[in-house]
Every structure is written in C-alpha cells, then in structure tokens.
C-alpha cells in the first residue's frame, strides 16, 4: 500500500549502510579526473567561472566555443578561459572564432559524422582523452580522423576504467529535441559508460540520473545551497515505485509514470542529505542557491 507523508522543514536521514552514494559536493569540486563541457545555449551559470577553475579538461561542442567567446568582453580575460578542443561537425562554429581560438593554441577537432550528435562526440572525447593519459600519450587533433576519428579510438579504449566527473553547461534548454536527447543519453549511458558521471547544470538546476537501487544524495558540506531547494523526481524513463527519505513530502511504496502520478515541487528537507530506493532509474533536479556555494 503507497503512502505520502508530509515532513517538518528539516528532518535527519541516516545513511543506510548499503546505499550507493551520489555526492553533490564533488560536482563544483570534483577530484582527479574531471571534464566541464559547453554547448551551444547562452552561459547563464552564476559561478561558471568558479567551475571552469575546478574543472581539469575543458570542451566546447560546436557553437559552445561561440557561447564562451561571447561571455567575455575583452579579449585580455577571453585569454584567461582558452578551452582544451572544440568539437562537432563545427557548422555553428563562427569563422571568427574559431580563427581566434585557433591562435591561441585551443584544438580544433572536427568529427563530421552525421550519426552523432556534438554532446555525444564530446563525451566520447572525454573518454579518449584519459584513456590516452592513462597511456602516457596525447590526444593531438591533426592526427584524428576529422570525419570519425573519435569514434574510431573510442571504440579501442585500452581499459581506463576510472570515474570521470563530467558536468555539461547548455544541455537543457534551448531546442526541446536536443534536451531530450541530453535526457535520453544520461539513461543510455549508465548502462554503457558507467565510468562517466555526468550532471547537467542550468542558470536554476542541476540535473542527474538517480540509479536503480537504495541511494543516498550527500549534500553536507553545501546543505545551505540546497537545503530546502525544491526538487522533482522525474520519472522519464518509464513507470518507477519509489520510497524517500528526506523530502517535504516522502513517499513509501509509491507508483509513478508519466502518464499517472510525478513528484514535481517537492522540497528537500534532510539536513545533510535525502535517500531514495527505485526499482528503476530516473531523472532527479534540485533547485540551486548558487550564491550560497
């Protein structure tokens, strides 16, 4: 039998014992292996350049080299954000700047292909760029095949298995296809890229995929920037049953689909942090405080 329960403002919410725990902290300050990707929308981040310092590998997807460009100025700090490569088949890359990145020393990696989207030949890059590492090798664009080069060697990765924190600006908003698709590849990639950790961040949100399983979301050492937050459990990968712990409004043994009921609005009320059990993976968005970072 389902149940909601209507919760105080703030509530304790132990850590089970055998919870798969998703850490927000590591987000805006990721360990070791780390990728901050940015794609064709407006840069409306609040402390986008607070995670551009914390962010080890940086791409710009196509018209996301565009979207940094014009987010400075003066060239003087434009200097000061130079991303590691740009990829995509490059049809919205301005002439401009890509002549301006590409004196710089930023690399130019057109992958032409077709049956590929740009955020997917960046995550693939990502991927290709470590395992290199890992190899004591570099990833040099003259010698990438420009129309598939990338999935050429993604397909031959030598065994990198370590977690890579990737956090990508410009993958929700702007056409509603292409946020489907961002959508749609946090799903297809648990299964297939496992080793890929990947949130989406907007100007309000941050946006993630919670597993199938007993999870625990650790927000302790930033609970002021999201304490409180409103937050919707989002079944978009088909029919879910949940049990929380630490919402305004909990649930235990609880049906939801797109088509029936959806936690939409509710509140994140666990002082620390929130447990969910899925018998199936779905998507989680938290509402940002950004200036309590």
């Known amino acids: 039998m389902s149940n909601v329960i209507e919760n105080p403002e703030t509530i304790d919410v132990p850590i089970p014992s055998n919870a798969h725990t998703i850490d927000i902290t590591s987000v805006f300050k990721p360990s070791n292996h780390s990728a901050l990707l940015i794609l064709n929308q407006p840069i409306s981040v609040p402390n986008f350049k607070q995670l551009w310092s914390h962010y080890k590998l940086k791409i710009c997807g196509d018209g996301g080299a565009n979207r940094l460009y014009e987010y400075f100025d003066a060239d003087s700090e434009r200097e000061q954000y130079l991303p590691h490569f740009i990829v995509g088949d490059l049809d919205s890359l301005r002439d401009d700047v ?36 890992n190899q004591g090798l570099e990833l040099i664009p003259n010698e990438i095949d420009p129309y598939d080069g990338i999935i050429q060697k993604h397909s031959k990765l030598q065994g990198f298995n370590d977690n890579i924190q990737v956090i990508v600006i410009g993958a929700i908003d702007g056409r509603f296809d292409h946020t489907i698709h961002s959508i749609m590849l946090l799903f297809k990639l648990s299964k297939s890229n496992p080793n890929l950790k990947i ?80 018998n199936d993976d779905f998507i989680l968005n938290i509402e940002m405080n950004y200036k309590k970072l």
């Not at 949130?199 to 007993?214: H, S, V």
């Not at 879910?240 to 009921?261: A, P, Q």
């Open 199 to 278: 949130f989406y961040l907007t100007a309000t949100d941050l946006i993630f995929m919670i597993p199938k399983g007993l999870n625990y979301i650790n927000y302790e050492l930033i609970q002021d920037s999201i304490h409180g937050s409103n937050s919707g459990l989002l079944p978009l990968g088909g029919p879910i049953t949940l049990n929380t712990k630490g919402f305004k409004w909990d649930v235990e043994n609880w049906d939801s689909s797109i088509k029936g009921d959806v936690s939409s609005s509710n509140r994140l009320v666990g002082a620390k942090g929130v447990s969910i059990n899925t």
């Open 98 to 133: 890509r002549d301006w990145y590409q004196s710089k020393g930023v690399g130019i990696l057109p992958q032409y292909t077709q049956f590929a989207t740009d955020i997917g030949k960046c995550l693939e890059t990502v991927e290709v760029y470590y395992d290199l590492q």
